[in-house]
């Protein structure tokens, strides 16, 4: 069973993973190095290992810039409100959304991670329908207000811009959104006080007609 983070350790972790991304574009600055070979290259060997490192290989600052503030608010609601299930949805994101590109992608290189921020949204938001708990709700409602768009980014718009990195994102969301709807457990129900008293009033009428003599009931019905 996962250990369930606090939003501040959500989002500490989420942004560490940003601040990584951000190293490797200063890396790729100052040695002259150019990382966007180990993009995804459709349909050819040595474009496979794009699976895996394309997410983090980012064509401009601008580029990165975009997906670290939905990294880091998709991200911190999934590592936030899903313990059992987020290193598994993460991990699935990542490869299935990436082999996607692979095998349908147009024959250029894929980088960035936004079919990781695509994903993460799909999963957010489509969990969130099959659970219908308080907190995948409210999760849901920050996500969607803060990305909804993403909703459209699946389809082609930008030729400069790797739709099917989207689009694959997504599905692997919401695949990943009807795998995992039962492994987290439902948030606990808090009791106010006045359901307490509620709770006792009745507990103490019932001990009331437990107390009451049997003799005068039946005088009551006599």
Known sequence: MGKEYSIWR????????????????VFEAFTGWYLGHFGIYPREPFGAIGILTAPLIHGSAEHLAANSLALLILGSALLYGYPRSRWPVLIIIWLASGFGVWLFGRTSFHIGASGLTHGLFFYLFFISLLRRDKRSIALMMIAFFMYGGMLMGIFPRDPQISFEYHLFGGMAGLMCAFMFRRWDPLPKRKVYDYEKSQVEEQDAIGDLWQQTPPETSRRHWD
């Open 10 to 25: 959500s989002l500490k972790a989420s942004a560490a993973f940003v601040t990584f991304l951000w190293m490797v574009m």
